[in-house]
């Protein structure tokens, strides 16, 4: 006899809530901005993906998600800002799972979400290269502000958080195989 979760309801209540609610438009905005200064930061950090970016300057990309959507256009320095209004895409990534926790859960196993895509192929070849290669040394950005060994001390702390929510998920996952 299958048996399921106590908690399986939160995941439904999560996705009826999340869809119904929609945050105002200025925090959209706001949020999008930090958005392209944090990649801005990440991409500068990474000579081959500015180079790579710089190739399609002016191209632009949409990435959506359920009713959530971000509009990104590559710029002459190599970098990204947000696209104007009314812009056709030249393409179109669309993810496919509309669950956020199945979305979450897979993050933490370290596995992509699956994706549509539409649109130019090299511009899509640009940016899984982007998704495979880039990472935000935080651990880095971090020492900076609190110095070397701070800075070491935070990022094992979180290793080690991460290891730990990996296996969580990783053995939720497999009990719920053998219900």
Not at 11 to 24: C, K, T, Y
Not at 41 to 67: D, I, K, S
Not at 110 to 135: F, S
């Amino acid at each position: 006899m299958a048996t399921s979760s106590p908690f399986s309801f939160l995941g439904d209540l999560a996705g009826r809530v999340g869809g119904s609610l929609q945050p105002p438009a200025w925090a959209v905005q706001e949020f999008h901005q930090r958005l392209v200064l944090l990649l801005n930061h990440v991409l500068m950090q990474e000579p081959e993906a500015m180079e790579r970016l710089l190739r399609h300057q002016g191209r632009t990309v949409l990435l959506q998600w359920r009713q959530f959507t971000l509009r990104l256009q590559a710029t002459p320095a190599g970098l990204v800002d947000l696209a104007p209004a009314g812009v056709l895409p030249d393409l179109t990534l669309t993810v496919a799972e509309e669950s956020l926790a199945a979305l979450a859960q897979a993050a933490l196993r370290g596995d992509k979400p699956g994706v549509r895509i539409e649109g130019d192929v090299q511009l899509a070849a640009d940016v899984n290269w982007l998704a495979e290669h880039v990472r935000w040394d935080l651990e880095e950005d971090l020492s900076r502000l609190v110095g070397d060994a701070p800075a070491h001390a935070i990022g094992q702390v979180a290793r080690t958080v991460s290891e730990a929510l990996q296996k969580f998920v990783g053995l939720a996952a497999g009990r719920r195989g053998r219900l």
